[in-house]
């Protein structure tokens, strides 16, 4: 069983972003199988990098589409992101150095980060991008 399972009460509908948000569910149940089935920081390592690089990937793809229209709730959303990125990618080296190793609460935390964003911040903005002919 996956530990996050997709479904349409994810969806922000906007067609490009769920598919991203599914790739992100992807790269962290691939994480979680890794942790699970004993599998080397050498296999774990670049799922963890992936993660990071995608997770940049995506925020910047919405934020391009916030500034192109104005989204009202920029900033804070924004704020999130980074704030996001600085805690896997802090993750991300202290895991690469050795310090620290994948742990199930290194997962919940992505879990609930995730869905809790999704279900939350970014559903805010899928009214105002539908508007604005973004599906």
Known sequence: MAFLTWNQNYSVKVKGFDNQHQKLFDLINNLH??????????????IISELVLYTKTHFRSEEELFAKFNYPDRLRHVSEHTEFVRKISAFEA?????????????????????????????????EFMNKNGIN
């Open 33 to 46: 199988d890794a942790m699970k089935d004993g599998k080397s920081n050498l296999v774990m390592g670049p």
């Open 94 to 126: 202290e895991f690469k150095s050795g310090k620290m190793g994948l742990s199930i609460d290194i997962l919940n935390f992505l879990n609930k980060w995730l869905l809790e964003h999704i279900r939350k911040t970014d559903k805010a903005y899928s």
